[in-house]
């Protein structure tokens, strides 16, 4: 159920999302916006217990 949700999230922001086992969420994208609307709506989903953290803008083509 979580990836279909994480799956859904980075289809509708255009941002990826990783999720470590130890709860640590990954944020990247092209674009601020794409990051920006990624995390709220993960803040959406996960409650506002959530631990704030920091957001890092990629610009250009994300490697691997």
Known sequence: ???ATIGRLQEATGARIDVERDG???ITGRQ???VQ???QRVVEVAGPDM????ERHRSGPTGS
């Open 24 to 26: 640590t969420v990954r």
């Open 51 to 54: 631990a704030p953290g920091y």
């Open 37 to 39: 609307a990624a995390r």
């Open 1 to 3: 159920r979580c990836g």
């Open 32 to 34: 601020r916006w794409m």
